[in-house]
Nanobody
Framework: QVQLVESGGGLVQPGGSLRLSCAAS?????????MGWFRQAPGQDREFVGAISWSGSTTYLVESVKGRFTISRDNAKNTVYLQISNLKLEDTAVYYC??????????????????WGQGTQVTVSS
């Protein structure tokens, strides 16, 4: 149906930057999907990071990452990006891309997504 493949993770020193990518494909995928990013640190629950509307004109980021994280998308490439700057030790996690059919307001309220990628590891360490 829908395949999401994340890339761009790695080992980065504190203060560094990364750009994660999520390539979407599949017969059921549509550029009208709301796309989101989550992360899961070791021993913790998966955490919603943010989302982007189908057009890319509207984004939402949780308060804890505002100012350092940016979400964007290129619908011509069916790709969503998560730019992370000034990385901190606590950003260490597996980062997941997700997609949903849902309406923007409902998605932000429920944070429920229909399709998931396999995740990409981001490790921040000196």
């Amino acid at each position: 149906q829908v395949q999401l493949v994340e890339s761009g993770g790695g080992l980065v020193q504190p203060g560094g930057s990364l750009r994660l990518s999520c390539a979407a494909s599949g017969r059921s995928f549509s550029s009208t999907f709301v796309m989101g990013w989550f992360r899961q640190a070791p021993g913790q629950d998966r955490e919603f990071v943010g989302a982007i509307s189908w057009s890319g004109s509207t984004t939402y980021l949780v308060e804890s990452v505002k100012g350092r994280f940016t979400i964007s998308r290129d619908n011509a490439k069916n790709t969503v990006y998560l730019q992370i700057s000034n990385l901190k030790l606590e950003d260490t996690a597996v980062y997941y891309c997700a997609a949903t059919y849902g309406w923007w307001d409902q998605v932000l309220k429920s944070r429920r997504f229909d399709f998931w990628g396999q995740g990409t590891q981001v490790t921040v360490s000196s």
